[in-house]
């Protein structure tokens, strides 16, 4: 089955280290994002990338990184300057329906920092 | 920008009870609307969207919304909820595809199902 595949689904980090998150795709979708979800807070938009080798920076960029190597992937890292990175991060693909972008999310990587 | 209001951040219900989930969007010439579900320590499934065409989208596990234009609004309801409908309701809108068309979410709706 097609789908989105998020790494590791709980990762602990200690204070000033960083930290990758593993997102992959087969469903063959040009669009990728990430998302960060705080309680309450709703999805707040970090990067996307509508092609490989392309991304923008969503509304809280500041202090994570991404890349875009291949289509298929699209890896979030937090760095030590993000100042509260505890949070439940989301990976999606999107695919265009009549004009729309789709959203396709997986099941999301739980981050606590010690 | 747009921007998407969750009217109720709770609402708890009782099993076999009609529940509606308000969402108000800010205006715009053109919109999409969708309604996502997260059930606890999961990612978010679709459950609904409104592209064009009919005001009345229905959509999986018996819900459905409509899309009020004059009203900016897009309430999600479902006749008689179960127990395994407990979860997070988000909405969302977005303006149109590409980099222009990023989904912009509501805060989230609980909804709690009790026996």
């Known amino acids: 089955d097609g789908g989105i595949t998020q790494s590791p689904k709980y990762l602990f980090r200690k204070e000033g280290q960083n930290v990758t998150l593993s997102c992959e795709q087969n469903?063959?979708?040009?669009?990728m994002y990430w998302y960060r979800q705080d309680p309450g807070q709703g999805l707040r938009l970090i990067y996307y990338?509508?092609?490989?080798?392309?991304?923008q920076k969503g509304d809280i960029a500041e202090g994570y990184s991404v890349s875009r190597e291949k289509k298929e992937s699209f890896p979030l890292t937090v760095t030590s300057a993000q100042k509260n990175p505890t949070a439940f991060y989301l990976c999606?693909?999107?695919?265009?329906?009549?004009?729309?972008?789709?959203?396709?999310f997986g099941a999301g990587s739980r981050l606590t920092v010690l | 920008a747009q921007s998407v209001t969750q009217l109720d951040s709770q609402v708890p219900v009782f099993e076999e009870a009609p529940v509606e989930l308000r969402c108000n969007y800010s205006?715009?010439?053109?919109?999409?609307l969708f309604w996502y579900v997260q059930y606890p320590n999961q990612g978010l499934q679709l459950l609904l969207k409104?592209?064009?065409?009919?005001?009345l989208v229905k959509g999986i596990n018996g819900f459905e919304a409509e899309f009020n234009k004059s009203q900016t609004s897009f309430h999600l309801r479902k006749p008689s909820v179960h127990i395994s409908d407990t979860a997070e309701y988000f909405c969302?809108?977005?303006?149109?595809?590409?980099?222009?068309?990023?989904?912009?979410f509501g805060k989230g709706t609980k909804l709690s199902v009790k026996p």
């Open positions: 999606a693909s999107s695919v265009n329906r009549a004009g729309a972008n789709v959203l396709t």
């Open positions: 969302a809108v977005s303006d149109g595809g590409g980099s222009q068309g990023n989904l912009i």
């Open positions: 409104y592209l064009s065409g009919s005001t």
């Open positions: 205006s715009s010439v053109s919109v999409y």
């Open positions: 469903l063959n979708h040009d669009a």
């Open positions: 990338s509508q092609i490989v080798n392309d991304f």
